[in-house]
Nanobody, 127 residues
Framework: QVQLVESGGGLVQAGGSLRLSCAAS????????MGWFRQAPGKEREFVAA????????AYADSVKGRFTISRNNAKITVYLQMNSLKPEDTAVYYC????????????????????WGRGTQVTVSS
């Protein structure tokens, strides 16, 4: 298991930016695909972005392509989500997750494949 703690959420106006961070404990992080998911009130959790072990492969939901960027620093055992051009519909609780069984080049998109989850950080975008 990997312990995950998200930070960086907050209130921002539409068009603004935020950078979320997810700090992990345990060296298993370096062999885990990492993902960001979000859940808005009354909606199901949805995939946002994912990154492979080395960072060489990434995947994004269509709704965030071109606006969000996922990255990782294995030395700091941290994964980031840079969110630009934020929209009110991006308002949600954002969760970080680790897929401990992923192949090295996989940017896992299925939430059911993730083994460890953080508690989430709230992002609110005002219009």
């Amino acid at each position: 298991q990997v312990q995950l703690v998200e930070s960086g959420g907050g209130l921002v106006q539409a068009g603004g930016s935020l950078r979320l961070s997810c700090a992990a404990s345990g060296r298993a992080f370096t062999r885990s695909a990492m993902g960001w998911f979000r859940q808005a009130p009354g909606k199901e959790r949805e995939f946002v972005a994912a990154i492979s072990w080395s960072g060489g492969s990434t995947a994004y939901a269509d709704s965030v392509k071109g606006r969000f960027t996922i990255s990782r620093n294995n030395a700091k055992i941290t994964v980031y989500l840079q969110m630009n051009s934020l929209k009110p519909e991006d308002t949600a609780v954002y969760y970080c997750a680790a897929d401990l069984h992923s192949p090295p080049t996989a940017a896992t998109m299925g939430g059911y494949e993730y083994d460890s989850w953080g508690r989430g950080t709230q992002v609110t975008v005002s219009s």
